[in-house]
């Protein structure tokens, strides 16, 4: 049974605008809703946020900004996270860098979303890290509350194991529909150890943190990098585009339908993974890719 968990799967854009740095681009509410504007223009409707970027204050911002025009709301799918407690002079109540997924933190911390992002619900909220004391029962009532009073509609996860993943799902009625991992040409664990298996199995959308590798796509000096970096070189000549438009339609190219979060505040490097979308890639180049990173033959 293909869709053994949901049916309809994700139905967010292919490309996704991550939030994280927005408190770095010092932007107004102005500009931030500009911004917001340009990416839905481009097709860019999914928007990635979570409770602690920006020391917790990206969300509010964001939320500033839709708030001078809030009719946008409806044009948009807002995904966020929660679970990760950082010390900080914004919650000077929290005193250890660590995970709380208790039901209580959930409910309050989803609440406190709604009120920074100015909005009535959340499209799909993620469990941000695994914790090795997560009681799935206690989650799955959290879940299963914010579901009914619809705060949420929709749930999933983020660095979750397919162990950890099949866990929290065996005690929800609805469905998780995406685990956001890290994966890019320099990442490739995730393609290795299950995980794009797993979401393919369970009609689960992967989403994409980091396509770039934090930069060393583009930067990186160690060996690796660099052979990545020739092969991407080549591929971009090949196809009269530029690199970062290769990694993206990298990514694309997987039968998981891997959805690549964005990062940068600048419109037009956005553009440019919208790009991808339309440049195709051979399987051949895409090994040509995988055996730069790995530095080997495939078997």
């Given amino acids: 049974m293909r869709h053994q968990y949901h049916p309809l799967g994700f139905e967010g854009s292919r490309i996704a605008q991550g939030f994280w740095r927005l408190q770095e681009w010092e932007m107004t509410s102005s500009e931030t809703l500009g911004f917001i504007e340009a990416c839905l223009d481009l097709g860019v409707t999914t928007f990635d ?3 602690i970027y920006g020391d917790y204050q990206c969300e509010a911002l964001f939320g500033e900004a839709l708030k001078l025009k809030p009719a946008l709301r409806d044009k948009m799918e807002i995904v966020t996270k929660c679970g990760i407690l950082l ?3 914004n919650r000077p109540d929290i005193q250890v860098h660590r995970y709380d997924y208790r039901s209580e933190h959930i409910l309050a911390s989803v609440d406190r979303s709604l009120e920074n992002l100015q909005c009535d619900y959340i499209d799909t ?3 941000h890290r695994p914790s090795p004391l ?7 009532q959290a879940l299963d509350l914010l579901f009914t009073l619809g705060k949420v509609k ?3 996860v983020s660095n979750f194991t397919t162990r950890q993943f099949d866990l929290l799902q065996s005690r929800l009625d609805a469905p998780l529909i995406i685990n956001q991992v890290e994966l890019s040409p320099l990442a ?4 290795e150890d299950g995980t794009l298996d797993h979401v393919q199995q369970h009609a689960v959308t992967p989403m994409a943190w980091s396509p770039f590798a934090g930069g060393e796509m583009f930067s990186g000096t160690n060996e690796k990098a660099q052979r990545v970096q020739d092969v991407l070189q080549v591929l971009a000549q090949e196809k009269n585009c530029e690199i ?4 993206v339609a990298w990514l694309l190219h997987h039968p998981a339908g891997i959805c690549p979060v964005m990062g940068s505040g600048k419109i037009a490097r956005l553009a440019t993974a919208v790009d991808a979308m339309s440049t195709p890639l051979s399987d051949d180049d895409w090994f040509r890719v995988w055996i730069a990173s790995q530095g080997q033959p495939v078997p």
């Fill in 244 to 247: 970062d438009q290769i990694v």
């Fill in 188 to 191: 490739l664990q995730h393609f």
């Fill in 87 to 89: 010390p900080s002079d």
């Fill in 154 to 156: 929709h749930f999933g």
């Fill in 134 to 140: 997560m009681d799935a029962d206690d989650v799955a």
């Fill in 125 to 127: 909220l993620l469990l």
């Fill in 49 to 51: 946020h979570a409770d």
